[in-house]
């Protein structure tokens, strides 16, 4: 009955919003964050203020960094991540927002104009000073072959993945196009997120001000299921992957 009822709200939707969180990878080998095993049971978030800190602390990023490589260099989208493209190729999802930076939803073929990355992308660096790109492969020959990380090449600005860790600023353009996207569609569907991460965990709600009918997929029970018009507990692959047959 959800199914059917989801199938429902997105066809007789004009303009979808797909907002995702990490609950779309997990098939896909990356794990999340608040799940049992997740990222944060694991281990506690770097604040940016330490990052930029310590020395030590840049170390202890970038070694976590390398430890979930593999996972992320041999992940391909998955049934959620192909779903979504498709909506977005038939022009029902205007815009796609994720807090993921695994690169998958990019990887699927949505368009870069289709696309805000609320949370950076972990699939390059880039330094904090000039910005200039750094690949995430140069660093880490020169992190096993020295112990450090290196210092920007250009300028000597401290070097970090292309993401965002909490106490860091927000970027600005994308939570703009984030904000205006979610007050002119009409149907806002949450996708794998625990919606506790604030302010992209806000978006949903002007969404829902504005009003666009809301929905919410997750495995589990979210912080916002008070304000969703429908809710469905299930697998994402399994509720996303008959969106794949839609047309235009
Ligand atoms: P969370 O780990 O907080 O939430 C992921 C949600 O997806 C959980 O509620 C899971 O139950 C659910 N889930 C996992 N696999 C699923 C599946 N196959 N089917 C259905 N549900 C599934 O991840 P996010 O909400 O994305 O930010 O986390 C938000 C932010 O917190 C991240 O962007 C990251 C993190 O700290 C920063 O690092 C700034
Ligand atoms: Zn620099």
């Known amino acids: 009955p ?52 310590s020395p030590q602390m840049r170390a202890e990023a970038w070694r976590r960094k390398f ?12 049934r959620g991540h192909r779903a979504i493209a498709h909506l977005v190729a038939i022009g029902k999802v205007a815009c796609v927002i994720t807090q993921n930076i695994d690169n998958l939803h990019q990887m699927s073929g949505v368009p870069t104009d289709r696309l805000v ?25 020169i992190f096993e072959a020295t112990g450090a990380v290196p210092d920007c090449r250009a300028c000597g600005g401290i070097v970090k993945t292309a993401t965002i860790s909490f106490g860091q600023p927000m970027p600005e353009a994308a939570m703009l196009r984030a904000r205006a996207e979610a007050e002119v569609c009409d149907l806002f569907l949450v996708i794998g ?28 029970p979210t912080d916002l299921d008070a304000h969703a018009d429908l809710v469905v507990n299930a697998d994402i692959g399994d509720t996303l992957e008959p969106l794949t047959r839609l047309d235009g």
């Open 2 to 53: 959800s199914a059917a009822q989801l199938l429902h709200m997105v066809r007789a939707a004009r303009r979808v919003v797909a907002f995702t969180g990490a609950g779309i990878s997990t098939e896909c080998g990356i794990p999340d964050f608040r799940s049992p095993g997740g990222l944060w049971s694991q281990n506690r978030p770097i604040a940016f203020s330490a990052y930029l800190a």
């Open 67 to 78: 430890a979930m490589e593999p996972a992320f260099r041999n992940a391909r989208p998955g």
């Open 117 to 141: 990355e609320l949370h950076g992308n972990g699939s390059y660096a880039h330094c904090l000073a000039c910005g200039l790109r750094h690949e995430i492969d140069e660093i880490r020959l």
């Open 193 to 220: 997120s625990s919606l506790v991460v604030y302010p992209a965990a806000a978006i949903p709600l002007i969404a829902r001000r504005h009003g666009a009918r809301l929905v919410i997929l997750n495995r589990e």
